[in-house]
């Protein structure tokens, strides 16, 4: 079954301090990987995107990892700022046979920064 | 929010009655789509579009429908046969279905009393 687990549910940092997310998927064929942050109340915003020859990929003080053999991924937010406080979800792609492409959603790891 | 705009941000619906939320996009995007979110699960998809005049049931299509009579628009109806609408709805939108980006809109929180 196509799933994306993302861990941990929910994260509590201070101001300043690194943290990373993680993805693990099992979906197949995989076509790419999206991370995006979600403000309560608010729309998604995609962060980055990775294909299946990316390892990793950089949007300011957010990066992302992409492992195609393990099937994980993961974001780093680097010295982050209470702004960073948020939802943050996996989404994978996948190319049905019919040729119709799927978005499998993660339930999204939701961020604390405290100042 | 990307050249999405959904209306209304609130929503309040009486048990029995149909509401259609608004979705609208400027970005000459091909593909639309309706997400539903949960507390606690990942957006689910409703109902997703390719073209004009042509959608396509999602995962969870039962007691919604939708029209898509323009390249803009994709609004969205829940019928009262939907049992348990209440939930924070999202339209979003891509240059073509599936590889490309998704934008998405600010969402429309409906709650049924």
């Known amino acids: 079954k196509n799933q994306v687990e993302q861990s941990p549910q929910s994260l509590i940092i201070l101001e300043g301090k690194n943290c990373t997310l993680q993805?693990?998927?099992?979906?197949?064929?995989?076509?790419?990987l999206r991370w995006y942050k979600q403000d309560t109340g608010r729309g998604p915003v995609s962060l980055t995107i990775?294909?299946?020859?990316?390892n990793t990929k950089s949007n300011g003080r957010y990066t992302a990892t992409l492992d195609a053999d393990t099937k994980q991924s993961s974001l780093h937010i680097t010295a982050s700022q209470l702004s960073d406080s948020a939802s943050y979800i996996c989404?994978?792609?996948?190319?049905?046979?019919?040729?119709?492409?799927?978005?499998?959603f993660g339930t999204g790891t939701r961020l604390k920064v405290l100042a | 929010d990307g050249g999405i705009t959904q209306s209304p941000k609130y929503l309040f619906r009486k048990e029995g009655q149909n509401v259609t939320l608004s979705c609208e996009q400027n970005?000459?995007?091909?593909?639309m789509y309706w997400y539903r979110q949960d507390p606690g699960q990942g957006l689910r998809l409703i109902y997703y579009?390719?073209?004009?005049?042509?959608?396509q049931k999602g995962d969870i299509a039962e007691g919604y429908s939708v029209s898509r009579e323009k390249k803009e628009s994709f609004p969205l109806t829940v019928t009262s046969a939907q049992k348990n609408p209440t939930a924070f709805y999202l339209c979003?939108?891509?240059?073509?279905?599936?590889?490309?980006?998704?934008?998405f809109g600010p969402g429309t929180r409906l709650t049924v009393l």
């Open positions: 579009s390719q073209i004009v005049n042509d959608f």
């Open positions: 989404v994978v792609t996948f190319r049905e046979t019919s040729g119709t492409y799927k978005y499998i």
């Open positions: 993805c693990n998927y099992t979906v197949s064929p995989f076509s790419n």
């Open positions: 979003a939108s891509s240059m073509v279905q599936g590889y490309n980006e998704q934008f």
């Open positions: 990775m294909t299946f020859s990316e």
């Open positions: 970005l000459n995007h091909d593909a």
